[in-house]
């Protein structure tokens, strides 16, 4: 079960979120049932590691239903996380639940919201619990502070990200601290440093990490080149902000990465003045395409 529950999480990063929802759901109902027939008792090491196993798969369940847009299923996921947090003493989990809950507000552009949920999610996870954990969300913290328009912010929880992942080993952590290699955790540089300022540097980092991506990764790709885009926007740069985004767009449809859309929608809103210019029509039409197609998605 520990194993399955690391697969699913390996999974998520390469696979469109509807492909792996059910499976997810069988193996969420298994372990249910297992813990069913067990009693209560504090001491059973064995029935501890499968509630952190029903939390740690709750959580991934909770981001991917609200990837497929059910937000009810997505809710009672990261209660049930909570629940399994609390049995198993094991705050590192509802940490995790908070940072996946961060991306919902922040791709429809409420980043204050967005941060409020990574500072409780911090709060939530003791310090040395789990470094790959601390490293993510202070990441998240310091792009959505970036974000802002807090400089000194981003900067500091920058700071504090990148000296727990200096001591992290994400592959040893937890099974949601897996995805943070180098080129996801540059990343989160890259929207941080292009957000205040630092676009060149930004673009820098983007190009060499999508430029060194495999194959399966290609939804970072579109994610990375949102980033971008908004950097462009911020400072002046209409045309490259559009091609930026026109290409992300394409990797975000390509790779069914639905959850990352609203930020696209964003993007749109703010380009939407200058249509008539040849990039940004293109874009937006391209966009209407792409919601087209996840309306119509049987996911």
Same mark, same amino acid.
Not at 22 to 41: F, Q, S
Not at 172 to 193: A, G, H, N, P
Not at 225 to 238: C, Q, R
């Given at each position: 079960?520990?194993?399955?529950?690391?697969?699913?999480?390996?999974?998520?990063?390469?696979?469109?979120?509807?492909?792996?929802?059910?499976?997810?759901?069988?193996?969420?109902?298994?372990?249910?049932?297992?813990?069913?027939?067990?009693?209560?008792?504090?001491?059973?090491?064995?029935?501890?590691?499968?509630?952190?196993? =029903?939390? *740690? @798969?709750?959580? &991934?369940?909770?981001?991917? #239903?609200?990837?497929?847009?059910?937000?009810? /299923?997505?809710?009672? %996921?990261?209660?049930?996380?909570?629940?399994?947090?609390?049995?198993?003493?094991?705050?590192?989990?509802?940490?995790?639940?908070?940072?996946?809950?961060?991306?919902?507000?922040?791709?429809?552009?409420?980043?204050?919201?967005?941060?409020?949920?990574?500072?409780?999610?911090?709060?939530?996870?003791?310090?040395?619990?789990?470094?790959?954990?601390?490293?993510?969300?202070?990441?998240?913290? =310091?792009? *959505? @502070?970036?974000? &802002?328009?807090?400089?000194? #912010?981003?900067?500091?929880?920058?700071?504090? /990200?990148?000296?727990? %992942?200096?001591?992290?080993?994400?592959?040893?952590?937890?099974?949601?601290?897996?995805?943070?290699?180098?080129?996801?955790?540059?990343?989160?540089?890259?929207?941080?440093?292009?957000?205040?300022?630092?676009?060149?540097?930004?673009?820098?980092?983007?190009?060499?990490?999508?430029?060194?991506?495999?194959?399966?990764?290609?939804?970072?790709?579109?994610?990375?080149?949102?980033?971008?885009?908004?950097?462009?926007?911020?400072?002046?740069?209409?045309?490259? #902000?559009?091609?930026?985004?026109?290409?992300?767009?394409?990797?975000?449809?390509?790779?069914?990465?639905?959850?990352?859309?609203?930020?696209?929608?964003?993007?749109?809103?703010?380009?939407?003045?200058?249509?008539?210019?040849?990039?940004?029509?293109?874009?937006?039409?391209?966009?209407?395409?792409?919601?087209?197609?996840?309306?119509?998605?049987?996911?």
């Amino acid at each position: 079960m520990e194993a399955r529950a690391a697969g699913f999480h390996r999974l998520e990063e390469m696979l469109p979120a509807h492909t792996i929802y059910k499976g997810l759901a069988a193996h969420l109902n298994e372990v249910g049932t297992i813990l069913n027939g067990t009693a209560t008792d504090p001491k059973d090491e064995l029935r501890r590691r499968l509630i952190v196993v =029903a939390g *740690e @798969s709750s959580v &991934l369940a909770g981001w991917i #239903a609200t990837d497929l847009g059910n937000v009810s /299923a997505a809710r009672n %996921f990261y209660d049930t996380a909570e629940k399994a947090s609390k049995e198993a003493n094991d705050p590192a989990i509802i940490a995790c639940a908070f940072g996946y809950r961060s991306y919902i507000p922040s791709g429809k552009g409420n980043h204050g919201r967005a941060r409020s949920l990574l500072a409780t999610a911090l709060q939530h996870l003791p310090m040395d619990t789990s470094p790959g954990t601390t490293s993510w969300l202070a990441a998240r913290h =310091a792009e *959505e @502070s970036a974000a &802002l328009g807090e400089k000194e #912010a981003a900067l500091q929880s920058w700071a504090d /990200a990148n000296e727990a %992942f200096n001591i992290a080993d994400p592959e040893e952590d937890r099974v949601w601290t897996r995805f943070l290699d180098r080129d996801r955790f540059d990343s989160f540089q890259i929207s941080t440093y292009a957000q205040i300022g630092r676009l060149d540097e930004a673009e820098q980092v983007a190009r060499a990490v999508i430029a060194r991506l495999p194959e399966v990764e290609r939804k970072r790709a579109g994610i990375i080149l949102g980033d971008i885009a908004t950097a462009h926007i911020v400072h002046g740069s209409v045309k490259e #902000a559009a091609k930026a985004a026109r290409e992300g767009l394409a990797i975000i449809r390509e790779t069914e990465s639905g959850i990352w859309l609203p930020r696209f929608i964003v993007l749109a809103e703010s380009l939407r003045r200058w249509q008539t210019q040849p990039p940004v029509r293109a874009f937006l039409e391209e966009l209407a395409v792409t919601k087209r197609q996840f309306s119509a998605s049987p996911r």
